[in-house]
C-alpha cells in the first residue's frame, strides 16, 4: 500500500497475510490471491489455484491405493506452520484414517529444504 500500487497478487499461505490483504481491499486496492490459500474468510477478490484440503484426500486416497490398503507412511511437509502445508496433510491424514491397514509412522517437517527431505526419508 505504501508504493501506491494499483492491484495486489500474492499467495496467502496463512492467515496472517488476510489483516494486510483487508486493509489493502478497504484502502481502494484490488487484492488476487494464488497458489496457495488461508482457511479463512477474507476481501480478496479471487483466488487462482488448487484447494489444498482435496489435494491432501486426493493424495492420501492414491496412497492407500498403491499401498492396497496395508502399510506404514511417514509424511513428511515442508512446514508446519503454513496453512495451506496443513490442509494438505490434514486431507491426506483424513483419507489414509478411512484405512485401518495403514498407519502413519511420523510426522516431520523439512523446512521446504529438498535436502532434509531426502535425508529424513532415509531415516523414516
Request: proline share 2%.
Amino acid at each position: 500500500m505504501a508504493q501506491g500500487y494499483d492491484a495486489i497478487a500474492t499467495v496467502a499461505g496463512d492467515s496472517g497475510w488476510l489483516t494486510f490483504i483487508n486493509r489493502a481491499v478497504d484502502a481502494g486496492i484490488p487484492v488476487a490471491t494464488f497458489n496457495s490459500e488461508a482457511n479463512a474468510v477474507n476481501k480478496r477478490l479471487f483466488f487462482v489455484g488448487a484447494d489444498s484440503y482435496q489435494q491432501g484426500l486426493t493424495a492420501g486416497a492414491q496412497m492407500a491405493r498403491v499401498l492396497g490398503g496395508k502399510g506404514k507412511v511417514a509424511i513428511i511437509t515442508g512446514l508446519f506452520s503454513v496453512e495451506a502445508h496443513e490442509l494438505r496433510r490434514k486431507g491426506f491424514e483424513d483419507a489414509i484414517a478411512k484405512e485401518p491397514g495403514i498407519t502413519i509412522v511420523g510426522r516431520v517437517e523439512n523446512k521446504d529444504k529438498a535436502d532434509t527431505a531426502y535425508t529424513q526419508a532415509r531415516i523414516s
